[in-house]
């Protein structure tokens, strides 16, 4: 008997994720209208994910970043 709910299909790939960090995000009202769309075309998981791989590491400034936070603990 096939199932009676279903998933979008950007839900089904989400499935293999493992949840690893939490996110609060606070936006400017303005933006309302394009997180609405992102949230039901891409999602808004997803969008961060590929802005994410846009960006690119300096490893010298990430190394001074982790010294940095070593040294705060």
């Known amino acids: 008997m096939p199932s009676k709910t279903t998933t979008l299909?950007?839900?089904q790939a989400s499935k293999n994720r493992i949840k690893s960090k939490a996110i609060a995000v606070y936006v400017d009202p303005s933006y309302e209208d394009k997180l609405t769309y992102v949230k039901y075309t891409?999602?808004?998981t997803k969008f961060i994910?590929?802005?994410l791989d846009k960006v690119k590491?300096?490893?010298d400034?990430?190394?001074a970043i982790k010294a940095v936070q070593s040294l705060k603990k």
């Open 9 to 11: 299909p950007r839900m």
């Open 57 to 59: 590491v300096d490893e």
């Open 49 to 51: 994910e590929q802005a």
């Open 61 to 63: 400034k990430l190394a």
């Open 42 to 44: 891409i999602g808004i």
